[in-house]
């Protein structure tokens, strides 16, 4: 694999990676209704409270982000939908909003009110909050969900021609973002096993219409834990000899419970036994797709892709032999007679109950009873004793499956050996503490301490990407702006043409990862060269802690600045191409000041729909052109 094929790559799995967090359930289903509840609101006095807005819109439909005849034929829920005109065709799927509100989860929508003084139409800036119910607007007076409408259009063409037409609380809104409509027509969703109540588990098997190699077009991603706030540090850190994000039996034992209905539906789809798929998972879903290749035959998985992921090895390791262990114990136990399970005073009783305090101070006998259970119906006796032995090998250096740990670091990591160098691989893991919990499915214990960018282990420099490091480093908005910014510099003919940009992976990761740490110096320090027409000084008010922007999202403002004042550029007219979609772009018509660093990714998706892109150039590039070259 090229560097350049290795960050597209990445680029397209942090995106399945991310999500993972969307709504997807409401794709099939819709929500349940407290009319009671409802009714007490819409009758309240206070004009603030109303009965909130009930999802009722679940088409059915896997593939694409606008309701077309041809996809709402194949759906009865589609069909059912337009019959009783709760949905129209040339709307967005169920499928494209529940992207969206992950995908833009940190903007805001304008939701209607009627002001009751002047009866007026007013707008309040929502946050969409990965709430797909924040692209519905329903009427306080409702009462049986009749009167709710969808804010969102497919395309921002849409969306001004409805303004247009009528002035109404109805108005779009909103309008697909490039990044979800790109997703959206290009990944088919095959199955999704929403949050189990007990564990938290989910996985999404996706499968890929553009895939180049046919190896690589399933892929199974498990969704991981993003909390925020005093929530972070509680279910993050190591306490008391158990991880409290959850890390091991109950998301493991739904990952073995659920894994034989994801293999079905593969061979459902392609209708043969022969097959490859590739793994993927962020925070606690990277955790569970080691361990899937673990429990699996590796000969089944093709790729494995972890984004500031906890490994294996040490506590965990030993956490989970014990639990699977005792699993294994209890169900022989069942299997005897319960005498020596169930009596308080026995002495395999009280080893047990040590045991399942040293995993899980907070877990008890009855939900191994549980969990035991519910191994011996999904998979057997036999492959509960295969499953014993696997866990021993939890870290092998040696395996066939292609292996890409992404971790995010504050500072880039000199290339020459230095003390600096090594004050760096101190510092890193340490500071990403939660990616350097334990170590790594097919990672050796020197990529522990020598830590650097390697063929399997990848380090991506978010440094300023947002005010407080340590408390959003881990989430993927980071990681996402990140390569989403290095795949748009390999986009360049010029750059592709790099010799530090074809060498490796890792050597590759070295160069853009201090090539930002340069441009944020610039852009912090005042030391880039500024337009000399630009009044508003947009540059100089760059600051490192500024809750709107961050060094990318100023970057882009010089780029978009400098492309819009270019009148013969502007004029054009140029498009987006969604697979068998197209939409136009009109640049005269943006206002590009209103981009924040919430906007990042569209924008890069933007500029290189338009095809503008910005040239690295580095000491090699002007020592020849000193020579005159």
Partial sequence: MTPKEFIEEAKDYADIADATYAML??????????????????ENPNPKIKPPARWIYADGIKLGYEIKKES?????????????????????????????????????????????????????????????????????????????????????????QDKQEKESPNNLTHHLSP??????????????????????????????????????????AFRGTETSGKEFFKDMLLTDGFITIGVGIPQIISLVKFRNEVLKEIQKDIRDNSFKINVVGHSLGGHLAQSFCILNNENLI??????????????????????????????????????????????????????????????????????????KQGIGEEEIDSLANK??????????????????????????????????????????????????????????FDYRNTQRLHLLHIGKLEYWYIGTSHFMESILQTIYFYHYLF?????????QLNESIEKTLDYLNSYSQILIELIYYNKLIRDPNDKENRLGQAKELD????????????????????????EKEYQFNFHNDK??????????????????????????????????IDKNDMECLLQGA
């Fill in 72 to 160: 709402a034929n194949k759906s009865s829920l589609a069909q059912q939908l337009i019959d009783d005109k709760k949905i129209k065709i040339g709307q967005p799927t169920a499928y494209a909003l529940a992207i969206e509100a992950r995908f833009s989860q940190n903007l805001t929508i304008k939701k209607p009110k009627i002001n009751q003084e002047t009866n007026k139409i007013e707008y309040e800036q929502v946050k969409i909050d990965n709430k797909i119910q924040s692209f519905i607007n329903r009427n306080k007076k409702d009462l049986g969900v009749a009167d709710q409408t969808l804010l969102v259009a497919t395309t921002k063409e849409k969306q001004e």
């Fill in 491 to 499: 986009q360049s003919p010029s750059n592709q043409d790099k010799k």
């Fill in 179 to 220: 990044r979800t409509k790109f997703f959206t027509s290009r990944f088919k969703l095959l199955h999704h096993q929403p949050n189990t109540t007990i564990s938290g588990y989910s996985h999404t098997l996706f499968k890929d219409t553009q895939a180049k190699d046919k190896d690589d077009t399933y892929i199974l």
């Fill in 302 to 375: 093709y790729k494995l892709y972890t984004y500031n992921a906890p490994g294996f090895l040490g506590i965990l390791a030993s956490l989970l032999n014990i639990a699977i262990r005792v699993i294994r114990l209890i169900i022989k136990l069942l299997i005897l007679g319960v005498k020596k399970l169930f009596n308080l005073l026995g002495f395999t009783r009280k080893v047990i109950d040590k045991c399942i305090q040293t995993c899980n101070p907070k877990d008890n006998l009855e939900n191994y009873i549980e969990y035991a259970d519910t191994l």
């Fill in 391 to 448: 866990s021993k090998k939890l870290s092998k250096a040696k395996t066939n499956i292609q292996i890409h740990h992404i971790e995010t670091i504050k500072k880039p990591i000199p290339r020459e050996e230095s003390f600096a160098r090594e004050w760096q691989e101190f510092a890193e893991p340490t500071i990403s503490f939660i990616s350097d919990l334990g170590y790594k499915y097919g990672l050796n214990i020197q990529d522990k």
């Fill in 547 to 570: 809750f709107k922007n961050n060094y990318l999202s100023i970057y882009q403002n010089e780029i978009l600045h400098t492309l819009i004042n270019n009148k013969e550029r502007a």
């Fill in 583 to 616: 939409e136009i772009i009109r640049l005269k018509n943006m206002d590009y000041s209103s981009f924040t660093k919430n906007d990042v990714i569209n924008v890069f998706l933007l500029l290189m729909s338009v095809g503008i892109y910005t040239k690295i």
């Fill in 25 to 42: 359930h409401y794709i099939d289903e819709n929500e349940e209704i407290d009319f009671f509840s409802d009714k007490l609101k819409s």
